[in-house]
């Protein structure tokens, strides 16, 4: 059964489904929920800190399914799961304008974009909600999170944890990253060939480290 917290999170994003953030009420959330206006208040302090715990839960949501993606060790090679990468981070973004408005910083009329919360504000008493209320990561943040993720996921099966050579461990991570930023690169402008044989190309290249920076 879910939480009063995770209860009003639903709520909110139902809400957001059928109207712009700046018409979705607090009264109407809880009551969706089925609990008390107090609740919600105690939970998020407000509307701007239910609007960073729904940008939070997205990043969140996000980022566990990048972790499942890349779960099983004996899986297909490292270019399908890049691939697979690139076209479930393009398909999720299509699907959900929060994930969308993460990954590129461009938040429209209709979402939360979540205010800061101001200095000296009190601190918000679920410690999930302190964590909300730290702000969103910025997009930089989030590509830096999947290309770290699946770096060390497919270093687990390429090596079953064990030490890898330092040029093999560069090449591998400058494919993540090309993965991960020609997603992105879908999510801004969407091509009909879709981003498959891209990815494909690009991280199938030929083995060679990246330039030092």
């Not at 105690?42 to 509307?47: L, S, V």
């Not at 969140?60 to 297909?76: H, W």
Request: aromatic fraction near 4%; hydrophobic fraction near 40%; include cysteine.
């Amino acid at each position: 059964m879910p939480t009063a917290r995770e209860s009003l999170l639903n709520a909110a994003s139902r809400a957001l489904d059928q109207r712009p953030w700046s018409a979705v009420r607090m009264v109407d959330v809880a009551a969706s929920a089925g609990v008390s206006r107090q609740t919600l208040y105690n939970e998020f302090g407000g509307k701007d800190g239910l609007a960073r715990a729904l940008v939070r839960r997205e990043a969140d949501a996000y980022l566990y399914g990048v972790d499942r993606l890349f779960s099983e060790r004996n899986g297909p090679g490292a270019v399908e799961r890049l691939v697979a990468l690139a076209e479930w981070t393009v398909s999720q973004a299509r699907a959900r304008p929060l994930l969308r408005a993460l990954l590129t910083g461009c938040w429209g009329e209709r979402l939360p974009a979540p205010r800061p919360t101001g200095r000296g504000s009190p601190s918000a008493g679920a410690p999930a909600q302190r964590r909300a209320d730290a702000g969103p990561p910025a997009p930089a943040d989030v590509a830096a999170a999947v290309r770290d993720r699946t770096l060390a996921a497919l270093e687990r099966s390429r090596t079953g944890g064990g030490p890898t050579h330092p040029d093999e461990t560069a090449i591998l991570a400058h494919r993540c990253e090309l993965t991960v930023r020609l997603a992105l690169s879908y999510v801004v402008a969407p091509d009909r060939e879709g981003v498959a044989a891209l990815v494909r190309a690009a991280v199938a290249a030929p083995r060679r480290p990246p330039p030092a920076e």
